[in-house]
């Protein structure tokens, strides 16, 4: 186990980088911040917010998924209209350069793609595609919107002109509706009400495609390197416990503490967008 150097000197982690050019980057919620989509946890890993969708819940109670579908009008707006921030696109300029061998990203907003970043394994999935459960036809979010719209007018007006509470999944508050009285989209083609965006809810399962195909390149890289993510969730913290099975040096860029923080070989506790416009 590594003795952490907890820095903000810049100069050490270019240093880290120039020793090992060519890096798997994780990225979570606290790179999307500046683009206005909000953090699940504070600086000590604690939930800011209610307890996400659970996927069980969303595949076997109509009741979730008319929450989910009634909340997700308004959070889809705030996420849809996003924008990518300056370190998504200094993340777009690396892999440009040749300095990522992946980048693994926890988000589900779609916004290292409107960077630029080519190279991306959606780790959760993308929130502006939506699939079919019963026979898996895959549907734009937008279009689903549409039709959420269409089937809801009174809730869309209440949602249109609510304030934003959302969260960094696309979820919002709209807890004093009636939700029984929302409408759940349908599949366009073969007309099921089992519609769930194509995301990996928490309590679901990440693809071991994705896992496989993310190890992968952990073996090939030079070090991971972890930016705005407390790698609460296993899903992520996984990869550090492999690149610490394959001797792979590891570095974060992140506010607040980490899962891995005692796994780390440096860590930067400062503004993310900062740090990568100095590096």
């Not at 699940?40 to 109509?62: C, K, M, S, T, V």
């Amino acid at each position: 186990m590594p003795d952490t150097v907890h820095s903000n000197d810049i100069f050490s982690m270019r240093a880290f980088l120039q020793k090992h050019p060519r890096v798997v980057v994780i990225t979570g919620a606290g790179l999307s911040a500046e683009s206005g989509i909000p953090t699940y946890r504070d600086a000590q890993g604690n939930w800011l917010r209610r307890e996400p969708i659970q996927h069980q819940r969303f595949i076997q109670e109509l009741s979730e998924r008319q929450r989910y579908w009634a909340r997700s009008m308004l959070g889809w707006k705030l996420v849809s209209a996003s924008q990518a921030n300056s370190a998504h696109k200094s993340l777009a300029r690396w892999e440009q350069e040749g300095r990522i061998e992946l980048l693994i990203s926890q988000n589900v907003d779609g916004l290292h793609r409107k960077a630029g970043s080519n190279n991306v394994l959606n780790l959760h999935g993308r929130l502006d595609r939506v699939q079919c459960l019963n026979c898996y036809h895959i549907a734009q979010r937008e279009d689903v919107q549409s039709q959420l719209i269409s089937d809801n007018p009174e809730l869309w007006h209440y949602v249109r002109h609510a304030g934003i509470d959302a969260g960094p999944d696309g979820d919002a508050n709209v807890d004093d509706w009636d939700m029984s009285q929302v409408r759940c989209p349908v599949c366009p083609a073969c007309g099921q009400e089992a519609l769930k965006p194509d995301v990996v809810f928490f309590g679901g399962t990440v693809p071991k495609a994705r896992v496989e195909l993310a190890k992968a390149a952990i073996r090939k890289a030079d070090a991971l390197l972890i930016i705005g993510s407390s790698l609460m969730v296993f899903s992520g913290f996984r990869f550090c416990k492999y690149a610490q099975e394959m001797n792979k040096p590891m570095a974060a860029i992140n506010l607040g503490m980490t899962r891995a923080d005692e796994l780390l070989d440096l860590k930067l506790d400062m503004d993310i967008g900062e740090a990568l416009k100095a590096l």
